[in-house]
């Protein structure tokens, strides 16, 4: 994570303004002066180079806010607008739960039951997973896509048909594998109890209700107006991906087969309706909501995700579990996010069309816009422990940061900072620019966790950020002993 974003809501308005209102990517015009969420969007924009963005944010139940910033096609100069539509990726599989859950609603599908009730053609191996297994990536299912390998319509047969010779990757519900084949059996399972194309049940029971008229299914092949153009700074050099300087086209295929993984796009507007219509009961019953954001859990009883924020995956939704000010944060492509907060009756939607932009990582900064009590700055988001840990040091110094954990050690033996909870502390201190207090908890965590790679990783990250390239490359080959398929490691050191 070599980039970093301040919070302003985080108590940094005011002085701070003046250095944020410098060059920016062109906006569209604006129907009142920037506001703080405004200026955090541009903060952003400036600092991952993001060319366009559309916001909206729900709180109770009314849409109280939609921007639309920079460009939609930057070849063209062509400005985001309203009617601007951006690709959801993965954002997709949010629909897919919906839809699923309105299947179990009608009496048609039951979560607990094994895919090889509704689907008998399936690989016997393939049977006892469970509905709600495929939904929530712990099936344990060999991948359609591995290692992100191109499916498109000329290959999606044959890639479909090698598949499923391909042997479990680990017994069902053993452990959480983010899979493109989950999502390919539910548009077949929908396919099949609903009698019609998936992408035509998504436009009957929710597109249609909202209504959405400018959400649809389709690729970079599909003529759609206003599309917003994808873009990335990811360059392939000999089959390895790195981040380069010069902004390049994305061209994103998803063949019909796996358009229920990753085949929608939208406009931030009318994400934000179809948010407003699933939490007032207009495409689940109330009570359904519960089940459709409840994580899945692994055989020993435990949730995992994509890591950092995202600790949980629901129905087709992530899931940010925490004590305060829980979320649900279906994300996609790494371009674009949807936060809603059930507690706090608030929802915030951001679409970009750059690779790599990753929104979930600022969203709860535009929260506490809304939130005063979520300010990163004061610890939001840390355990109990590490939040307490986080004041003292913030009057004290991170300098102080071992001898206050030796001094917690002798007022409770028991006393203990979890590994991931640590790393997690070091990255929000990463985002805010706090590098050097970042760093303090990485090398505390290192000795915490010596036998981790991660730990050895992110400390490896932020000495390269620091620009201590001797540190880095001793510390990213430790990583990379602990951890030979570290990629981050590997293509430092090849660096």
Same mark, same amino acid.
């Given at each position: 994570m070599k980039t970093h974003f301040r919070s302003l809501c985080a108590g940094l308005l005011g002085g701070a303004l003046t250095l944020l209102l410098g060059p920016l990517a062109p906006a569209a015009a604006q129907t009142a002066p920037p506001d703080s969420v405004d200026l955090l969007v541009q903060q952003a924009m400036r600092q991952l180079r993001i060319p366009g963005v559309q916001l909206a944010v729900v709180r109770h139940g009314q849409i109280v806010k939609l921007s639309n910033y920079g460009l939609a096609n930057v070849q063209d100069s062509v400005p985001v607008t309203g009617q601007t539509r951006f690709f959801l990726n993965s954002i997709t599989k949010a629909f897919v739960g919906v839809a699923v859950m309105q299947l179990v609603e009608a009496g048609?599908?039951?979560?607990?039951?094994?895919?090889?009730?509704?689907?008998?053609?399936? +690989? =016997?191996?393939?049977?006892?997973?469970?509905?709600?297994?495929l939904l929530t990536h712990t099936s344990g299912l060999p991948d359609i896509m591995p290692e992100d390998a191109l499916v498109t319509e000329n290959n999606e047969k044959a890639a479909w048909a090698e598949v499923q010779k391909q042997p479990l990757e680990a017994k069902p519900g053993e452990r959480f594998a983010y899979n493109q084949t989950n999502y390919l059996l539910l548009g077949k399972l929908i396919d099949k109890l609903s009698g019609q194309p998936f992408a035509a049940f998504i436009q009957q029971r929710q597109l249609d209700v909202v209504p959405m008229p400018r959400t649809s299914s389709g690729d970079a092949h599909t003529v759609l107006p206003r599309l917003a153009r994808g873009y990335t700074f990811t360059q392939y050099i000999d089959g390895r991906p790195r981040r380069g300087k010069e902004l390049q086209n994305l061209f994103e295929v998803f063949p019909p087969s796996l358009r229920p993984a990753a085949g929608m796009s939208s406009t931030a507007q009318e994400?934000?309706?179809?948010?407003?219509?699933?939490?007032?009961?207009?495409?689940?019953?109330?009570?359904s909501l519960p089940t459709l954001w409840t994580p899945g859990r692994l055989n020993d009883g435990t949730t995992r995700s994509f890591g950092g924020k995202l600790t949980g995956y629901a129905l087709g939704w992530p899931t940010v579990d925490r004590p305060e000010h829980p979320a649900v944060a279906p994300v996609g492509g790494g371009r674009s996010a949807v936060f809603v907060y059930p507690q706090d009756d608030l929802a915030i939607v951001v679409l970009t069309n750059l690779q790599g932009a990753n929104p979930e990582r600022f969203i709860d900064?535009?929260?506490?816009?809304?939130?005063?009590?979520?300010?990163?700055?004061?610890?939001?988001?840390?355990? +109990?422990?590490?939040?307490?840990?986080?004041?003292?040091?913030?009057?004290?110094?991170?300098?102080?940061?071992?001898?206050?954990?030796?001094?917690?050690r002798r007022k409770d033996p028991a006393y203990a900072l979890p590994e991931t909870a640590v790393n997690a502390w070091g990255y929000s201190l990463v985002e805010q620019g706090q590098l050097t207090d970042a760093l303090a908890v990485f090398q505390?965590?290192?000795?915490l966790y010596p =036998?981790?790679?991660?730990?050895?990783?992110?400390?490896?990250?932020?000495?390269?950020?620091?620009?201590?390239?001797?540190? =880095?490359?001793?510390?990213?080959?430790?990583?990379?002993?602990?951890?030979?398929?570290?990629?981050?490691?590997?293509?430092?050191?090849?660096?």
């Open positions: 048609q599908l039951d979560l607990s039951a094994p895919a090889g009730r509704y689907l008998p053609e399936l +690989p =016997a191996a393939w049977h006892p997973v469970t509905v709600r297994q994400m934000a309706r179809w948010l407003v219509a699933l939490q007032q009961g207009k495409l689940l019953q109330p009570a900064a535009l929260a506490a816009c809304y939130l005063s009590d979520m300010r990163v700055a004061d610890g939001f988001g840390l355990p +109990p422990t590490l939040r307490a840990l986080h004041r003292t040091l913030r009057q004290r110094g991170f300098t102080h940061l071992e001898e206050e954990v030796k001094k917690a505390l965590n290192v000795r =036998a981790s790679a991660n730990t050895y990783d992110s400390l490896a990250e932020t000495y390269a950020a620091l620009g201590n390239k001797k540190l =880095a490359t001793q510390h990213y080959t430790r990583a990379l002993a602990l951890n030979p398929m570290n990629r981050t490691a590997a293509e430092y050191l090849q660096q």
